[in-house]
């Protein structure tokens, strides 16, 4: 029976739980033949047959990177794509390939950074996760938080306290100043709970 019938749209159920599910199942069996049939189906003319698939892939990824890992091209030719739903799924998908694997990522950050500069703030989100997952490799790190920083003087006011918090698990002794800097060139915040989040986050570097 195919891997499809199992995809929310062909149980009649719109929420997400059959993806989640489906997804829950390939992880425990280790399917590598599921996989690749929801790959296959990520360019599917029906738009909620894509986009149920790419659920269950990216929430693969968070339970069993591995099995997602060898089709980084797939999801990073969905980056290129018109429908926002794919394209930040896609980087979702990115996301998890790159704390798994990130010497797959590192080459791709270019596309990577220009799709999430005028991508949807979903999409931003998962290419920040993907800077962080690289930059933890010590031959990537600084090219990563180079990158990082840059996310972090143009990122929208939103998503700055996120950011920063995330941030902290590649800053270091030698890269502290700038990080702290940047974020202090960034104040004051319209938001107050927004400022202080990024205020914690300075003091706990001091």
Not at 16 to 45: F, G, M, Q, W, Y
Not at 65 to 88: G, T
Not at 94 to 114: C, F, G, T, V, W
Request: aromatic share 4%.
């Amino acid at each position: 029976m195919s891997i499809l019938n199992k995809l929310a749209v062909a149980t009649g159920n719109r929420n997400e739980e059959p993806n989640i599910a489906l997804a829950r199942e390939i992880a425990r069996t280790k399917d590598k033949a599921s996989v690749k049939e929801l790959i296959e189906h990520l360019s599917a003319k029906n738009a909620a047959v894509r986009s149920d698939c790419i659920k269950t892939l990216y929430e693969l990824g968070t339970l069993e990177p591995k099995l997602i890992v060898p089709y980084e091209k797939d999801f990073l030719f969905l980056l290129d794509s018109k429908d926002n739903r794919m394209q930040w799924g896609a980087m979702a998908a990115l996301a998890a390939i790159a704390k798994e694997d990130p010497n797959r990522i590192y080459e791709h950050l270019p596309k990577i950074i220009a799709t999430a500069d005028k991508g949807s703030v979903i999409t931003r989100d998962n290419a920040v996760r993907i800077l962080i997952a690289v930059g933890k490799t010590k031959k990537f790190a600084d090219d990563a938080f180079t990158l990082l920083i840059e996310q972090l003087k143009s990122c929208p006011e939103n998503q700055l306290p996120m950011y920063a918090e995330l941030a902290m698990e590649i800053v270091n002794d030698e890269n502290k100043a700038v990080f702290i800097k940047i974020l202090q060139s960034r104040l004051p915040l319209e938001t107050e709970s927004k400022q202080k989040r990024v205020e914690k986050v300075i003091k706990k570097l001091k």
